[in-house]
C-alpha cells in the first residue's frame, strides 16, 4: 500500500489510502494532535510527521497491512510494557489493521516523546 508518490499534505496522504486504512490512518493523526497539541504538522522523509520544535518529531506511515510510528524510543516502567508488545524494532511500533488499534496508547507515546523535546 505504500506508494512513491510525493505527497505535499497529511491530507493527500491519508486520502491516497482506501477505506479501513484510511479511516484508521485519521484517528492515528487524530490521537498524535492530541497527545502534542499545537505541534507543527508536515511532511518529512515521505510521511506524515508531527514536529516537536523544528528538528524532532514523531512519524506515522500506513503499509499494506500495518500503520508505523517512527521513532519511538524505548520508555520506562508501565509505557513501555505497554508498548513493547507492539515494537517491531528498537525504534519501530507497529499496529496491525486486523486488531483494534489502540488510540489512547498513541496518544500517550506522543504526549511522552513531545515532552522529552520541549523547552
Do not use: C
Not at 89 to 118: G, M, N
Amino acid at each position: 500500500m505504500r506508494r512513491m508518490a510525493t505527497f505535499t499534505s497529511i491530507d493527500d496522504y491519508v486520502a491516497s489510502f482506501p477505506d479501513g486504512p484510511r479511516e484508521i490512518l485519521e484517528r492515528v493523526r487524530d490521537a498524535v494532535r492530541r497527545g502534542a497539541p499545537g505541534s507543527e504538522e508536515k511532511i518529512r522523509y515521505g510521511m506524515p510527521a508531527l514536529m516537536f520544535r523544528d528538528r524532532y518529531g514523531l512519524h506515522f506511515a500506513g503499509w499494506k497491512k500495518h500503520v508505523g510510528l517512527y521513532p519511538v524510543a524505548v520508555f520506562d516502567g508501565e509505557l513501555e510494557e505497554q508498548v513493547a508488545p507492539h515494537r517491531a524494532a528498537k525504534d519501530t511500533v507497529q499496529f496491525f489493521y486486523k486488531d483494534p488499534v489502540p488510540y489512547d496508547l498513541i496518544e500517550r507515546i506522543t504526549r511522552e516523546l513531545a515532552s522529552r523535546h520541549t523547552d
